[in-house]
């Protein structure tokens, strides 16, 4: 059985995470144009609560399904990674059904006390079937993450994402003529088709391709039940903690912002389309160079894993080293693109450049978050997935302490919301490193993975504004003076690593390398 490469696997999910990105970036501008930033506002009160029962369901096990998997391939005990793939799937298929019971009977008590508008139950209620979908779905793609074996999850994320555009849009058009609230409903009904899609994909992968292990290997004796379902709830219950803390607290968002907002001085619809748009079109802008980051923490935790079972701390270190650097490369550049351009992109992609007052505020959060997925990936590989969970709890006072009293301000109003945001990716992404430091002594070489990456992220800015200011006195198109300007300082930017040496050739030598070796015994 042979495995996929680190940096291959990472290429994989990108590959795939940059394909769903643009489909649902266009999906994003088309719905927000059809249904507009409000109906955008009542989806995302709903979802992140939606989410944060996916997050109980799961109770984390597909992460433990792709770390334990790991270390059980790495000692070549194949007939245990089954074994724990099948554990793991029982007990999804409970969970997840009690758990859409238990909402289906409590949806008289949430609409009460917990939604923040009495428009968002049916939208609850349209997406209840996907907690038995992703659950299960999330078990196949944890079981191959845990084989170094990326293409099911990107195949299946692929379609599942053009379904789920497909049909939500689809829906919401058909529906629009009742109402932004039924149109509303349509996308959230178009999202759980899409899952519906990948979870038969990923099925129909599993039966077809099926790994083969080695026949000889198969005999290796079980260990006791209660063993394993403790070696599974010791990593995937620090993991549910983390996720549902972090949902819990998106969904704390979800109702304070707005509150909070109408405190600021704006009316309950205008408040409404204000977080819209933050969360719709700002937050958006910003998560898109996440693909990167996401994908690789993703990689990171069997990668790890694969490397700590076999105690090779000089691995784990280049690992934990590499996946550093490679984010700050993507993320520094981001943030002065999204910085500088922040109304045009804002204008352009949506038709509402007012977000962009909160997106450049944002941005100079953008690198931290990213360095907090990438960390938080690297610690769950370390076996130490309670650490970001304790981390995470720690910054949200930060966080929510600022969207409490930065938001009701009426001079700041949304941007306070970003001011807070980007505190608690700091203090986040901090503690993470700090935490990584200890457990492994990795001592990154911050001159080439930091100092570098940003002198030449500095670097481009000027290039980017002259290049937009100069490109529209020429054209009079913002369009084209904003395309310009982003290509133009990419391209800055480049040029700008190769003469600090921030790159060099043999960098791209060896992603070359990475990309055509397919695979890596």
Not at 170 to 186: D, F
Not at 510 to 517: D, G, K
């Amino acid at each position: 059985m042979k495995q996929q490469s680190f940096i291959y696997g990472t290429f994989v999910l990108l590959a795939a995470s940059l394909l769903n990105r643009i489909i649902g970036f266009t999906y994003q501008i088309f719905l927000i144009r059809l249904i507009r930033p409000e109906g955008i506002g009542l989806l995302n009160m709903i979802y992140p609560i939606y989410v944060m029962i996916l997050v109980m369901a799961s109770a984390g096990v597909p992460v433990a399904i792709s770390k334990m998997v790991a270390e059980e391939v790495a000692r070549h005990n194949w007939r245990g990674a089954n074994r724990i793939f099948n554990i793991c799937f029982t007990f999804l298929i409970l969970s997840s059904a009690v758990f859409t019971l238990l909402c289906l009977l409590c949806v008289p008590h949430l609409l009460k006390y917990v939604f923040p508008n009495p428009k968002v139950c049916n939208i609850f209620l349209s997406l209840l079937p996907g907690i038995i979908i992703v659950s299960l779905c999330s078990a196949f793609r944890g079981y191959y993450q845990g084989l170094q074996q990326m293409k099911p999850t990107a195949v299946t994320q692929v379609l599942e994402q053009l379904v789920r555009v497909a049909a939500g849009l689809t829906l919401a058009t058909l529906l629009l003529p009742r109402g932004i609230e039924y149109a509303a409903v349509g996308a959230a009904t178009g999202v759980i088709i899409g899952e519906i899609a990948g979870l038969a994909a990923i099925v129909t992968i599993h039966f077809q391709k099926r790994p083969h292990f080695p026949a000889g290997l198969l005999s290796a004796p079980d260990e006791p039940l209660l063993r394993s379902l403790g070696r599974i709830f010791n990593l995937a219950v620090p993991v549910t903690l983390t996720r549902f803390v972090a949902t819990s607290l998106l969904s704390i968002d979800a109702v304070l912002i707005p509150y909070r907002l109408q405190a600021s001085g704006l009316q309950l619809v205008e408040a409404t389309s204000v977080f819209g748009q933050f969360v719709g079109i700002a937050e958006s802008l910003l998560f898109v160079p996440g693909i990167i980051t996401i994908s690789m923490a993703t990689a990171l935790i069997p990668a790890v894993s694969d490397a700590v079972a076999l105690k090779n701390i000089a691995l784990v270190h280049a690992r934990c080293e590499e996946a550093i650097r490679i984010t700050l490369l993507a993320g520094l550049p981001s943030a002065v693109i999204l910085m500088s351009l922040a109304e045009e992109l804002c204008g352009l992609i949506f038709g509402y450049p007012e977000a962009g007052a909160s997106l450049r505020i944002l941005a100079l959060g953008g690198p931290f978050l990213y360095l907090q997925q990438t960390s938080t990936g690297i610690l769950q590989g370390l076996g130490e997935a309670f650490r970001p969970f304790r981390n995470l709890i720690f910054a949200s006072f930060f966080k929510i302490t600022g969207i409490y009293y930065l938001t009701g301000l009426n001079h700041l109003g949304i941007r306070g919301t970003a001011l807070a945001l980007v505190a608690g990716y700091l203090v986040t992404a901090l503690l993470n490193l700090y935490d990584i430091r200890r457990l492994t002594r990795l001592k990154p070489n911050w001159h080439n993975n930091l100092i570098k990456p940003l002198i030449a992220a500095i670097g481009m800015g000027p290039t980017v504004l002259l290049s937009k200011n100069s490109l529209y006195g020429y054209t009079g198109s913002e369009a084209a003076a904003t395309t310009g300007a982003l290509f133009s300082g990419i391209a800055c930017y480049i040029l700008l690593l190769f003469l600090t040496g921030g790159i060099k050739i043999y960098d791209l030598q060896r992603l070359r390398a990475a990309f055509n070796a397919k695979t890596n015994v």
